[in-house]
């Protein structure tokens, strides 16, 4: 199980200060976030008095990372960190894709809120991949999955080669969480900026929808 090293950072199921996300380095909220998933793996998450930290959290808010998630119903993410309230920002899109108002909105949580961190997570047999190399065409949905197209294209050459094959569709998965991450700072200076001063780290990774194991892309991070 990963050491947590940076004793500033929150217990498990303590909600954040305002101390401690100012303390906290990128690397350290990365790590914070990798401890998470592991405890769930072993059975050993934090008890936690939700309506407590609805208190607390009350008072001000001061989350450690944002997550741009995918919005299938199995993939929970403070779940899948075994964190609560306070503790991150979560954006939940169709294919975990990124436009202006997720831009915005991570702006918002790091140049503003503070995060030190943001993670693209993606997941196995993710629906919006499949129907993007389907070509399936759907009211907005049609505009959300040409973002995801040039994952696929990357990985198969094609805008459209079907999905039955899963390992095709777990290589776009992936292909396409680089994707968003290389956007995240190409479409945005803010966030680009703060990459640069080294005040934001913009990590990758994939969590099993059998598992709930996160596996992070350590060539995205």
């Not at 959300?144 to 198969?156: N, Y």
């Amino acid at each position: 199980m990963t050491t947590m090293t940076d004793v500033t950072l929150p217990l498990p199921g303590q909600v954040p200060s305002a101390e401690q996300q100012a303390a906290a380095t990128p690397e350290g909220v990365l790590e914070w976030l990798r401890a998470g998933n592991e405890r769930v793996l072993s059975s050993q998450t934090a008890t936690r008095d939700l309506l407590a930290d609805a208190g607390i959290g009350a008072g001000g808010q001061y989350p450690l990372a944002a997550v741009l998630g995918c919005v299938d119903s199995r993939v929970p993410v403070e779940q899948v960190f075994d964190l609560g309230i306070g503790d991150i920002f979560v954006a939940r899109t169709a294919g975990n894709v990124a436009g202006p108002d997720v831009l915005g909105s991570f702006e918002f949580a790091t140049a503003v809120a503070g995060s030190k961190a943001i993670l693209v997570l993606g997941h196995s047999a993710c629906g919006a991949v499949k129907g993007a190399c389907d070509g399936v065409e759907l009211g907005h949905l049609t505009g959300l999955l040409a973002k995801i197209t040039p994952a696929v294209e990357a990985v198969t050459g094609e805008t459209a080669p079907g999905s039955d094959d899963d390992s095709v569709v777990a290589q776009v998965v992936e292909q396409n969480v680089r994707n968003v991450i290389a956007g995240l700072t190409a479409d945005s200076e803010v966030l680009a900026d703060r990459v640069e001063s080294g005040e934001l780290l913009i990590a990758g990774a994939v969590v099993d929808l059998a598992t709930v194991q996160v596996d992070w892309l350590e060539d995205a991070a």
